[in-house]
């Protein structure tokens, strides 16, 4: 089975903090996703990654940036947390354009 | 137009039916579908995936698509109380990627 792992389940930072999101798959996928989900809004995507070291801006990527040092991790990274950015983060990963993606937990993540 | 759209719901069906979901997409070019269950609070999990014109079956679930309607559907025979939640019809765009857009989804209720 695929294992989508992301870091933390809760977590709660203050605004203007820089807050990173890890994202661990153990599939060897090439394509790695973030979504945001909120109430009324569905799935959101932020950054998307086909491979190490690149990155594609999804929808709404502003007030993010992303990294990925290697194949099987992907971080987000708020660069000055804001309350806007309060959200329920979950990170995807797929082998391959056609193939289904592989959710992790999510991290609920609280801007005070 | 959106360009994956489902019912919010909530459907209501009685334990034992046949629950039934729907989802239309604007995008004659695409090629993969998926269908995932999210329950309340946690992330979304793949339970179908279909390529060709047709159904296809796993236990009590079953996928259709339609491209020349540009329709695709979720059957859930016997529903049970344990079915309910949210359902996320997503789709694979012609020359996306691997972005999937997903629907809004639509909140099943199955009571007892």
């Known amino acids: 089975d695929v294992k989508v792992t992301q870091s933390s389940r809760y977590l709660v930072k203050r605004t203007g903090e820089k807050v990173f999101l890890e994202c661990v798959q153990d599939m060897d996928h090439e394509n790695m996703f973030w979504y945001r989900q909120d109430p009324g809004l569905g799935l959101r995507l932020i950054y998307f990654s086909y491979d190490v070291k690149m990155k594609e801006k999804g929808d709404i990527p502003e007030g993010y940036s992303v990294s990925r040092e290697k194949k099987e991790r992907f971080s987000l990274i708020l660069e000055s947390a804001s309350t806007n950015q309060t959200s329920m983060y979950l990170c995807?990963?797929?082998?391959?354009?056609?193939?289904?993606?592989?959710f992790g937990d999510g991290t609920r993540l609280s801007i005070l | 137009q959106k360009e994956v759209e489902q019912n919010s719901g909530p459907l209501s069906v009685p334990e034992g039916a046949i629950a039934s979901l729907n989802c239309t997409y604007s995008d004659r070019g695409s090629q993969s579908f998926f269908w995932y269950r999210q329950y309340s609070g946690k992330s979304p999990e793949l339970i179908m995936f279909?390529?060709?014109?047709g159904d296809k079956e796993d236990g009590r679930f079953t996928a259709q698509l339609n491209k020349a309607s540009q329709y695709v559907s979720l059957l859930i025979r016997d529903s049970q109380p344990s079915d309910s939640a949210t359902y996320l019809c997503?789709?694979?765009?012609?020359?996306?990627?691997?972005?999937?857009?997903f629907g809004q989804g639509t909140e099943l209720s199955v009571k007892p």
């Open positions: 995807a990963s797929s082998s391959g354009s056609l193939e289904p993606q592989h």
């Open positions: 279909i390529y060709s014109n």
């Open positions: 997503a789709v694979n765009m012609n020359n996306q990627g691997g972005k999937l857009i």
